[in-house]
């Protein structure tokens, strides 16, 4: 992002705000699929950004949705339900007997539980319905081998229900090759048990493998190396279908930024105060831990700089937690300057406590490729959700 749009974006828009950026995002799917192997599909997991869900519509085969709320923001977008994958360990009846009889969306199957469910709802309205069944990786996700085993012996041939595969999510932020080597060594062979069992391959395996971002200026991870690597092991693969990555981190981390602007300064114990008017309820980087690391923060000001002294940038909670970074080296820092954390498109901003305090959301602000920008969202206030309803 150059100064002057910097500058023209601080001109119309108040702080604290975050902007996604169109360019980055199709720069950053296009990246992706350089590095992995031709035909391997692209899920984008729209919890990491509900806001990029129309954006990265047209660029990636799949979004994957895990509760009536992602559904609604996608379905109000009249984006294709034929790119849905209903994931998620809690699905009502009410909202699969929405969606199911309507839609060709995929369903993932999290429990017996669940696939009784869907397989009556199936039957009952007299809509087929695609499953892909998911293997747990050791957690409160997913079945056993086993019941998925016994759900294929038992069902494989019921017209009104489409077996279309297997989905695994490994876990977030998996920097180890060889952990996930372990891992998809695990799923192919499963998916050589379920071939045998059904006499033909299973069409897709769906695989969330939790692609890491080097989120902190001094982070050694090197993405081209690694991906090399997870692609290698997945071309030795002896699965013959479909893969898809489903992705949320990966995808959008890279295209978005918060900006904050400093509303006060101050020194305490001869250490440098930076007030901001964000904070840690909307700023929330994976690994960040009593604001020790350092993410990448470009300072926008309009003073020329002076000596470099360190500061601690501290939010507007009160809260001795709400400090984003500590001792970050400024040429000077004054009221009024901006400072944009950048990597901020995925998580940040809904993983915060953005409700303490009752302070009003940031204003949501997209730059679409053409370079316009279009705001999403206003700033919205919180308060009322922190109030009795019937109180005027
Ligand atoms: C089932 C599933 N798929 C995909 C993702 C996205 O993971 P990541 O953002 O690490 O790519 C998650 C994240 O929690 C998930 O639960």
Redesign the pocket.
């Known amino acids: 992002m150059d100064e002057t749009f910097a500058s023209q974006l601080l001109a119309q828009h108040a702080t604290p705000m975050y902007l996604f950026d169109g360019e980055a995002l199709q720069q950053r799917v296009s990246y992706l699929r350089s590095k992995l192997p031709q035909g391997v599909g692209l ?1 984008y ?1 729209i ?2 950004n509900p806001f990029l869900a129309g954006y990265l519509a047209p660029l990636v085969e799949r979004l ?1 949705l ?1 509760s009536p709320g992602e559904y609604r923001i996608c379905q109000e977008q009249n984006l294709s339900q034929s790119q849905f994958v209903v ?2 360990v809690y699905k009502t009846p009410e909202f699969i007997q929405e969606i199911l009889p309507f839609s060709p969306a995929i369903f ?1 199957v999290e429990s017996m539980e669940q696939f009784q469910l869907l397989h009556r709802t199936a039957h009952d309205s007299g809509s087929p319905v695609s499953l892909l069944l ?1 293997l747990t990786s050791g957690n409160q ?1 997913g079945l056993e081998g086993d019941e998925i085993l016994q759900i294929l012996s038992e069902h494989k041939d019921d017209p009104h229900l489409h077996f279309k595969g297997i ?1 695994y ?1 490994s ?4 920097t180890s090759l060889k952990r996930l080597q372990r891992e998809l060594n695990t799923v192919d062979e499963f998916m050589q048990t379920l071939e045998t069992l059904l006499g033909h391959p299973m069409e897709e395996l769906e695989f ?4 890491p971002v080097g989120y902190y200026v001094d982070d050694t991870f090197q993405e081209d190396e690694f991906l090399d690597g997870f692609s290698q092991i997945l071309q030795n693969m002896t699965f013959s279908g479909t893969i898809t990555l ?6 959008v981390a890279h295209c978005g930024t918060y900006f904050t602007k400093v509303v006060d300064a101050k020194r305490n114990h001869k250490q440098n105060y930076a007030i901001v008017d964000g904070g840690m309820h909307q700023l929330v980087y994976y690994g960040q831990s009593m604001a020790m690391k350092l993410p990448p923060i470009r300072h926008i000001t309009s003073h020329s700089p002076g000596n470099e002294e360190s500061w601690n940038i501290c939010g507007s909670l009160c809260t001795i937690n709400d400090i984003l970074v500590k001792q970050l080296p400024l040429p000077s820092l004054h009221v009024g300057d901006v400072l944009a954390f950048e990597r901020a498109g ?2 940040c901003m809904t993983e915060g406590i953005s409700l303490f305090l009752s302070r009003d959301l940031p204003a949501v602000l997209y730059r679409h490729p053409d370079g316009t920008v279009e705001e999403l969202r206003p700033h919205l206030e919180t308060h009322p959700l922190n109030a009795p309803c019937h109180k005027k």
Request: hydrophobic share 30%.
């Open positions: 899920c997991a919890k990491a994957e895990c994931s998620g993932t998911r996700f989905q999510f876990g977030t932020q998996k969330g493998p939790g692609f489903e992705l949320g981190r990966s995808l995925a998580y």
